[in-house]
């Protein structure tokens, strides 16, 4: 069945609005208040990039009725993004080249004039993945979850692998330069194909491949073929769920094109499968395919469906004459309909059956070792009791491939580990780091979900919040100690002493008076690093005035810090001890003048947790408001009263304590984070509040 676009409105009572924030320009700046989690960590110019809205789908066949909705809510991206915009010298403004990244609970897509990968999900922040993608246009995920795109800048297809590196997949053929890539697909058994066509922005040189075609890569990449196709100007393609047909969109016919694959992995003449009527912009690009085998293609008017036999079922309408570059399939279930417009991204809950087989998550290394060493509350002391109730279990939010690459990324260079937890009052969750992904999650108890919260922070280690709320952090990889601001531009603290450049601050904590305390160990990360500062150190750093000041230098590695509940003592624990001392790893304390400088003359050791059978050295470290310190240590969270008692331990079963936060609204929850697991323990205590300075419970 043929239908022009100009019979939408005959058939609907709605739309789907994606208008485009590119063409108008009458668009109003909108009032703009963000947190922490801005993406990429600045404020971006603010565009209209839609408007939620009812869609009402064209019911075109009797079989989209039960495809798709009839009431169907739309919801839209934010509107409060530059994300279409950026440089248009010799580039496309647009986003194309939506992927589903479970792991993430996000749909990725390109922002191709800013060159970067955004994520995005109804009810989430849009944020940025990747940054420098080459201008990338069409993307997909092969079967180890990396991902693959089409570049405008260097007219290459190219694949990022796991650790992050870019590897070049196709960049010519029989000598001669690629066109300009445009869209790409993983066959079943892992070819890659891609569409190749001749544009005007950025201009395809004069030797430069002058006719399109789909070219097939070999799985091994030794092999690159031009297969045979006849469209002129192909754009998207995709394959069945068998990988028998491959599915093309021809942009001057208004058609899709099936052709079948033959056994050497050419393709058998193509037949016409579906056409569209309509003009404008809006000729058909990118496509996708459920699990059924309905076909869904971006076209006149709006998203089409078609199912298997070619005939038409269903038209999602968009409005704006802004052109669908990319369909993709994706949320909880896998029937969420991400649409990727020029200007805009919308989601669109279906009857739809799943994809067959949705790409496999990014797994950076192998963390999926079941945790190590029994669980349970060990007693040493009967006050223990009273912090923590008889019979109380520790909950286990996620451990090693539970969110795949938690806890990995490029390891090879910063740590690859949990840190920085801290609790926001505002947002009712934990946020947490992930220093190898240079990535700040965050773990919303109401729905036991972990998702991505801000990236990239730097390869922050520990973090916390100063008393206005602002997130203050310990960077491994710019050494320093930063601030996200409340409009999420960053304000770099304090990054040297005495002219030198710090270490590799570690873990930071705020006191009631906004002062700043953190510690600077060194971690040789490799060239080109090198230190200037001869010691570990614990710094004492006023926002206010400026001033800095040496704490402490005798550390092997100053690592956890921590206020006493009255704040007239600073804790500071050292993961090994000095060589020859004979002290191995402690907490060491500090007495407090009454003008807040801190007495260096008073270090003494206040607790000593030396090394057991089990795995576990001090490293994060808080207070509650009793007074009592708890440290991560040989077999867990070692617990001591306010005098220095040993109480009890919370053997999480994990090999290592990397850092804890205080939450939920009374402040009774203790979370913790080991390596790569995510865990919390109910108490009967509370903790001390943040911000800073908060009133106690």
Known sequence: MLVSAADVSLLTGGRLDLTSAIKSQKREEAAFTIGPRVANGRRQPVRNLGREDVVVVAVLDPRGRDLLPADAGFQPMPGERDVAGGDTAGWGRGLDGGVWLAELGALAFNDIGHRRRLTWSPGQDILVLHEATGGATGSARDGQGRILSCEWDSRTV?????????????????????????????????????????????????????????????????????????????????????????????????????????????????????AMAGGGESMPHGLCLDGAGNVYVGGPGGAWVFAPDGAAIALIPVSGGSRINSLAFGGPAGTTLFVVTSSGVGALETNAKAPASLPAPAVFRSRGEPI?????????????????????????????????????????????????????????????SDIGNSRRMRFDPATGKISQAFYPTGHTNGATLDCEGRVIQAEHKGRCVSRLERDGT??????????????????????????????????????????????????????????????????????????????????????????????????????????GSIDSASSRIWAKLPLGEREGKPDGMKVDQAGNVYCGGAGGIWIFDKTGKHLGIIAHGDTQTNNLAFGGQDWKTLYFVSWVGVHSVQLLTPGMPLPPGRPRT
């Open 158 to 274: 190219s694949r990022r692998e796991l650790d992050g590196s870019r590897t070049i997949i196709a960049e010519a053929f029989r000598g001669r330069p690629l066109a300009g890539p445009d869209d790409v697909a993983v066959a079943p058994d892992g070819s890659i194909w891609f569409t190749d066509w001749k544009r005007a922005f950025p201009p395809t040189p004069p030797e430069a491949l002058d006719e399109s075609g789909v070219y097939r890569v070999s799985a091994d990449l030794g092999t690159i073929v031009r297969v045979d196709c006849d469209i002129a100007y192909p754009g998207g393609l995709a394959f069945s769920a068998d990988g028998r047909t491959l599915y093309v969109s021809d942009q001057t016919e208004r058609r899709v094109v099936a052709y079948g694959l033959r056994a050497d992995g050419g393709l058998e003449p193509g037949r016409p499968f579906a």
């Open 372 to 432: 190590p060493y029994p669980q349970g509350i060990e007693r040493l002391d009967p006050a223990l009791d009273a912090i923590i109730a008889p019979g109380t279990v520790i909950q286990n939010h996620g451990h090693g491939g539970f969110f795949e690459d938690l806890g990995g990324g490029p390891h090879h260079r910063y740590a690859a580990s949990l840190e920085g937890t801290f609790w926001s009052a505002e947002e009712n969750c934990l946020l947490f």
């Open 490 to 595: 960053r304000t770099v603290l304090v990054d040297s002493f005495e002219g030198k450049r710090l270490n590799h601050p570690n873990d930071v904590v705020v006191r009631s008076d906004g002062d700043i305390f953190f510690t600077d160990p060194w971690w040789s990360f490799g060239a080109p690093d090198v230190r200037e500062i001869p010691f570990a150190g614990v710094y004492h750093f006023s926002p206010r005035t400026g001033a800095m000041a040496l704490v402490g230098s005798d550390y092997r590695v100053c690592n956890g810090l921590a206020f006493s509940h009255d704040e007239k003592l600073l804790f500071v624990n050292d993961s090994y001890g000095l060589d020859g001392t004979g002290w191995g790893p402690h907490i060491r304390a500090y007495d407090v003048r009454a003008d």
